[in-house]
């Protein structure tokens, strides 16, 4: 019992004596402004995958990936995102297919352009409009819904999703303005 205490008093002792020496960085203002790392999570319904919405602070991107659950060391079986279209939020549509919130900049191949010539460049300057899209865990066979229909271009936010169909895993029903009506669309996933 004398040894223990005489070792505690000596790691006492050396803490006070090193304790001025230690520095510690003091956050800065940047730190402080960072978004959080991780946005949004997010399990597919048979619990096996795991969705996750990150800022990728290295190049200002945010990115979706899917880690494997079933597999102890969680790999990383999806990727996608970049600094322009940037995922917001995830949710499973079935076991296999994810569904991905993104902000896509009006007018993005010149946003594009500005990205690479610009030293200042700043995603958040520009106005965003919101759509869904679909892909696999593996981050192949991305759909985007309403993608394609020329009719729904001036919507600014298509990304409402209204229900999911539990007896009907491939579709899922949106809610968007179509000549200044609110519809109600079932849409393959």
Partial sequence: MARLNSLIAFANVAVLIFAPSITIA???????????????????????YLAEVRNRHSDNAR???????SDP???????????IRRPSSVSWANNTRLLVDILVPV???AVERASERRD?????????ARRTMAMDVDASNVTILFGDDRRFRRN???SRI????????????MAVSRRGTLTLYKVNV
């Fill in 156 to 158: 600014l936010n298509m």
């Fill in 63 to 69: 990115i979706v990936i899917v880690r494997d659950l």
């Fill in 107 to 109: 007018g993005t191949a």
């Fill in 120 to 128: 200042d460049f700043d995603i958040r300057s520009y106005y965003m």
């Fill in 26 to 48: 003091q956050p800065s203002l940047e730190d402080f402004m960072l978004e959080p790392s991780l946005r949004q999570v997010d399990i597919s319904p048979d619990g096996r």
């Fill in 162 to 173: 209204r229900h999911y169909l539990p007896d009907d895993p491939d579709h899922v029903q």
């Fill in 73 to 83: 060391s969680y790999p990383v079986v999806g990727n996608i995102g970049d600094k």
